[in-house]
T-cell receptor, first 114, second 113 residues
C-alpha cells in the first residue's frame, strides 16, 4: 500500500508569490492534517481536514489555507509568501479521527522562499 | 506557536546498548501519545503509541512508558543499532482534538558503532 505522497518535494519561490502543496493520503484514509517544521519553531500544527471539512486549525495567519477533496486528497496554499515561510511542510493521514488512529506522515515538501 | 524549544538534547549510545529517550508533556487533558522517529531529510515515521489508560506498551525492540502523575513519557529502544540514529519526537493530543498533535522538543539519538 502506498504511503502518504506529497508533491512537489522541493520548490523555491520568491517573496510575495503564492504556493500550493499537494497531499495524497494513504488509500482509505479520510483524515488529513498539515504541519510546518522549521529549525526555529519545531513542528507546528497547521490544520486538519476530515470529509472535506476543516476540523481544526492551528495558530497561523490567514495566508495559510487548505482544502480537502472528495477523494480525500488535500492541498494547502500559502499566499503572499514571506521569508519566514521557508520550511518543511508535512502532510499526515489517518483512517479516521478517533484516538488511536495511527497518524502517518509523508516525506514533506521543502519550501524555500527567497 | 505551540511547539517547544529549539535546542535538541542529544543522546549518544554504543551499538548494542539500550537507549532511553524521555519526554515531558504539558497538557493534563492529553490522552493519546505517540513516538515518532525522523531521519534527516525525511518525514516523521511512526514508532509506537499509547493511550492514557495504559502505562506501558511494547513493540518490536521498543517500549513506551507513560507516567501520568508526573506527565512523563519515555521510549526505550533495546539493542540500539546504527539505523536507530535519528531525531525522536514525542507528540501528545487530547480527545476531541486528536489530529492536532503537540510536539515535544525532539531528542537526537547518535549510535556509535
Amino acid at each position: 500500500k502506498a504511503g502518504v505522497t506529497q508533491t512537489p518535494r522541493y520548490l523555491i519561490k520568491t517573496r510575495g508569490q503564492q504556493v500550493t502543496l499537494s497531499c495524497s493520503p494513504i488509500s482509505g484514509h479520510r483524515s488529513v492534517s498539515w504541519y510546518q517544521q522549521t529549525p526555529g519553531q519545531g513542528l507546528q500544527f497547521l490544520f486538519e481536514y476530515f470529509s472535506e471539512t476543516q476540523r481544526n486549525k492551528g495558530n497561523f495567519p490567514g495566508r495559510f489555507s487548505g482544502r480537502q477533496f472528495s477523494n480525500s486528497r488535500s492541498e494547502m496554499n500559502v499566499s503572499t509568501l514571506e521569508l519566514g515561510d521557508s520550511a518543511l511542510y508535512l502532510c499526515a493521514s489517518s483512517l479516521s479521527t478517533g484516538a488511536g488512529n495511527t497518524i502517518y506522515f509523508g516525506e514533506g515538501s521543502w519550501l524555500t522562499v527567497v | 506557536g505551540e511547539s517547544v524549544g529549539l535546542h535538541l538534547p542529544t543522546l549518544s549510545v554504543q551499538e548494542g546498548d539500550n537507549s532511553i529517550i524521555n519526554c515531558a508533556y504539558s497538557n493534563s487533558a492529553s490522552d493519546y501519545f505517540i513516538w515518532y522517529k525522523q531521519e534527516s531529510g525525511k518525514g516523521p515515521q511512526f514508532i509506537i503509541d499509547i493511550r492514557s489508560n495504559m502505562d506501558k506498551r511494547q513493540g518490536q525492540r521498543v517500549t513506551v512508558l507513560l507516567n501520568k502523575t508526573v506527565k512523563h513519557l519515555s521510549l526505550q529502544i533495546a539493542a540500539t543499532q546504527p539505523g536507530d540514529s535519528a531525531v525522536y519526537f514525542c507528540a501528545e493530543t487530547e480527545a476531541g482534538n486528536n489530529r492536532k498533535l503537540i510536539w515535544g522538543l525532539g531528542t537526537s539519538l547518535a549510535v556509535n558503532p
